[in-house]
Structures are given as structure tokens and as C-alpha cells.
């Protein structure tokens, strides 16, 4: 992420485009694709694939055909079908690997469904398109008080203008069902252009608006991730997370992604672990399990009648004294498998000096022995002549 026209200067402050993501290079944008094949020339015969990917504000990618063999490349502003009329948005990839993009987004490209790029945005496009920009933020704040004014349940997140001016989309996210048809007659009466109202989930929201989150990276969702899998309570439970809403929560308020990133390690490392509920049976008493260790395989329990006391086994050992059990040969206790297992870590926890012999305070300044020497001499000088003169 980051480009030439973003970097930082020589005094060390960033230089900022000012274009808010929409940098002529694709380097500063959201969910960019890098197009490894374009140093790759087609075979001889081939004809260059004839769809581009355009991206629009914020993560919204749409592709279209380009009927005239456009030339295009990454950056080009392009004035693109819509309706009504015609939106402007930039280039982000061309070529064959575009192709790949709308096989994995499930957009077929052989009907005649697929909208067209008209032609290279001139430049009255772009000031259209750049003062149509420019109004979204106060056409947001004042539709907002339009919602508040009419008491509806909803939270106007976004707008986006249509690149001519004559249309815009608003982006709002709802518990239940909102009636909104007030709402858009209002707005049509207030900002003279036709309104298209379209409901977003929470997440889908903090990947248009972007953000920093608690890892101190910036969303997943906003940078490179397009799936979104449900995660749910016992992901966290599997890797012994403590269940706190404000932690495992990101910032569009559900539980973060990244939970799911490591769960199937988690799942692997617990194959070969028993049941938590499981109650252990021995001579002295029933043993219940309290906390377990995945990555280090161990497991800590105690008698229920002493649940102060807690003995750390392993696996193998839990497996084996509730096989044992099944066999209906109980072991006497647990602390026989406890004392063994300390043993074992005794030998283990051998400590070897890998720095070597050397003192702690070898950096420190050296004492000068010579002068010592000579103080010492002096002293017993002085007390020689002194017991002389006595």
C-alpha cells in the first residue's frame, strides 16, 4: 500500500496526493490487485481480452466491456455505462487477469448483460465528477438530519454520487425493516437528483469506510479480504479465549475476522485431547479437568473435594488413566502421574550458561589496580614510621 505521489518528502512529512485513495497508480487504493501479468506479452494470434476492472469510491469494483478496443491502462479515467446517464471511475486492472477476477467473483462475461466503457473521461468529466465529490460530505450530514426529523431506525453510513452528478446512492445499515419513502422524497425535494437508497451489513460498512483496528494495522476487510465468513463464539472458545465482548469485537461491532485465522491449527492441536467435561476416576476420588494448554499438551485437574489442589498431567497420561478406567482399574491417584511428570521437567530444566564464564559487571568501568597498590604502600609507610616514633 502506498505510492510514489503518497510518499514522504525529504523533511521527513508525507506529501500527500489529496486524491483520497483514487492515485493515478492503484498503489494507495483499497483491495488493489497486482498485476503480475503484464510484462507478458500474448501469444501470437491472441486477441487481448476485452473486459476491464473499474474502481468507483472506496472498495466498489465493477467490470465492464470495452467494445471500442480502448487502449487502457492501470490509472486511466473512464467514463462508464450507467443508469441513467454515465459514471466516471479509474482503471485498476486490464488484461487477461481480469478474467480471473470475474471467474472468482462469478461475473460472466460472454452475455451481452455487461455494461460498456464509452470512452476516456475528458476533462469536464472529471470536474463534474470531482465537484459532484466534493458535495458528498455536507449531502451526507443534512440527509442524516432528514432521517433524525423523521425518527427512522437507520444510520445513513455513506453516499456516493454518480460520476455525472444526476444520481447518488446512499449506504445505510438497519436492525429491521425501515420504510423509507418519505425519506427519499425528502431528499429528491432537497438535492434536485435522483436518490437510490441501498442497505449494507456492519461489516460490508467497515470495509467501505476503512479504519485502523486494535492490532494497529488497518482492516482486514478494507485491505485485502473479500469473503466474508460468519464467525461465531466458538471460535473463540477453541482457542481459550476470554469471552469479552469488547475484545473479540471489531469495529463494525460483530466479532473480528481474524478469529477464524487460526482456528484450525487450534482444531488440529485438540484431536488429541479428551472431552474438557470429562471426570477422571481413581482410588481417591472423581478428578475434574480446569484448564488445559493446547500447544504444550497438558491438562490441569483436581479431586472435587479439593479444588484448591491442581495437578498438571499430559495428554498421553489423561488418555491412559481413562482408559484404564474403562477397563475398570482405576489408579490410585493422580499425584503418582504429577510427581512423574515434575521429574521429567526437573531433567529437562538443566541450565547452561550460553554466554559463557563472564561476569556481570564486565562492562563496566576497570578499577584501577595500580593505584590501589600504591595507596595501600603508603598506608603501611605511614604506620611503620608512626610505630617507630612511638
Request: aromatic share 8%.
Amino acid at each position: 500500500m502506498g505510492c510514489s505521489s503518497c510518499a514522504t518528502g525529504k523533511d521527513g512529512l508525507p506529501r500527500g496526493c489529496k486524491n483520497n485513495g483514487t492515485c493515478g497508480n492503484d498503489g494507495c487504493n483499497k483491495l488493489t490487485v497486482f498485476d503480475w501479468l503484464s510484462n507478458m506479452a500474448l501469444p501470437a494470434g491472441e486477441e487481448r481480452f476485452d473486459c476491464v476492472e473499474v474502481r468507483f469510491k472506496n472498495s466498489r469494483k465493477e467490470y465492464f466491456r470495452n467494445p471500442e478496443n480502448l487502449t487502457l491502462s492501470i490509472g486511466d479515467v473512464v467514463a462508464t455505462e450507467a443508469a441513467p446517464g454515465h459514471d466516471v471511475g479509474i482503471v485498476t486492472l486490464t488484461g487477461e487477469l481480469v478474467k480471473v477476477q470475474m471467474k472468482k467473483k462469478k461475473v460472466d462475461w460472454g452475455g451481452e448483460v455487461l455494461p460498456k466503457v464509452y470512452r476516456k473521461a475528458s476533462q469536464k468529466d472529471i470536474n463534474i465528477w470531482h465537484e459532484a465529490r466534493d458535495k458528498e460530505p455536507e449531502v451526507q450530514k443534512k440527509s442524516r438530519e432528514l432521517a433524525l426529523a423523521l425518527g427512522l431506525q437507520m444510520k445513513l453510513s455513506d453516499v456516493e454520487f454518480q460520476g455525472d452528478g444526476s444520481k447518488a446512492t446512499f449506504y445505510y445499515t438497519a436492525e429491521d425493516r425501515v420504510d423509507f419513502r418519505q425519506l427519499i422524497k425528502d431528499m429528491a425535494r432537497e438535492f434536485g437528483i435522483r436518490i437510490e437508497m441501498r442497505q449494507i451489513g456492519y461489516r460490508q460498512e467497515a470495509a467501505r469506510l476503512g479504519g485502523i483496528g486494535s492490532c494497529g494495522r488497518e482492516l482486514c476487510c478494507s485491505t485485502w479480504l473479500t469473503d466474508f465468513r460468519s464467525v461465531n463464539t466458538a471460535s473463540a472458545r477453541y482457542q481459550q479465549l476470554s469471552l469479552n465482548p469488547q475484545k473479540l469485537a471489531g469495529q463494525c461491532g460483530k466479532l473480528k475476522c481474524c478469529l477464524n485465522y487460526e482456528l484450525d491449527a487450534y482444531l488440529d492441536a485438540l484431536k488429541d485431547f479428551p472431552d474438557q467435561d470429562v471426570r477422571i476416576k481413581t482410588q481417591k476420588g472423581l478428578a475434574a479437568c480446569q484448564k488445559i494448554d493446547i500447544f504444550k499438551g497438558l491438562m490441569w485437574f483436581c479431586y472435587l473435594d479439593e479444588p484448591a489442589a491442581w495437578h498438571k498431567l499430559t495428554v498421553q497420561q489423561v488418555n491412559e488413566i481413562i482408559e484404564l478406567s474403562k477397563k475398570r482399574k482405576p489408579v490410585a491417584s493422580l499425584e503418582e502421574y504429577a510427581a512423574e511428570l515434575l521429574e521429567d521437567d526437573n531433567k529437562d530444566a538443566s541450565y547452561e550458561n550460553v554466554v559463557g564464564q563472564d561476569s556481570l559487571t564486565r562492562f563496566d568501568k576497570p578499577k584501577n589496580v595500580r593505584a590501589k597498590k600504591k595507596n595501600k604502600r603508603r598506608r603501611n609507610n605511614s604506620n611503620r614510621k608512626r610505630s617507630k616514633n612511638g
